[in-house]
Nanobody, 116 residues
């Protein structure tokens, strides 16, 4: 398993930007599929972005063109660069990682609030 620690959340105005970071330890990071999920109050957790071990990516339609997921394997870190933020992006953002048949690991979550 991989242990994940997230940072970078905070309060930002609509149209602003934030960069979330997820630092991984405890396993070989480069072989993992990594993802960002988010959960707003009263809502189900939803998949936001995925980056695979070959660095290919997938995005939810709601964030496509605004968010970018990336990874730095040398630093064992995955990032979520969020731009053009909207109030509906407000949620707790969670880092997730898995490899093969291993059970996935979740970070603790970091709050992102988009408000004037």
């Amino acid at each position: 398993q991989v242990q994940l620690v997230e940072s970078g959340g905070g309060l930002v105005q609509p149209g602003g930007s934030l960069r979330l970071s997820c630092a991984a330890s405890g396993s070989i990071f480069s072989g993992y599929t990594m993802a960002w999920h988010r959960q707003a109050p009263g809502k189900q957790r939803e998949l936001v972005a995925t980056i695979f071990s070959d660095s290919s990516t997938n995005y939810a339609d709601s964030v496509k063109g605004r968010f970018t997921i990336s990874r730095d394997n040398a630093k064992n870190t995955v990032f979520l660069q969020m731009t053009s933020l909207k109030p509906e992006d407000t949620a707790v953002y969670y880092c997730y990682g898995r490899r093969g048949i291993l059970a996935g690991s979740w970070g603790q979550g970091t709050q992102v609030t988009v408000s004037s």
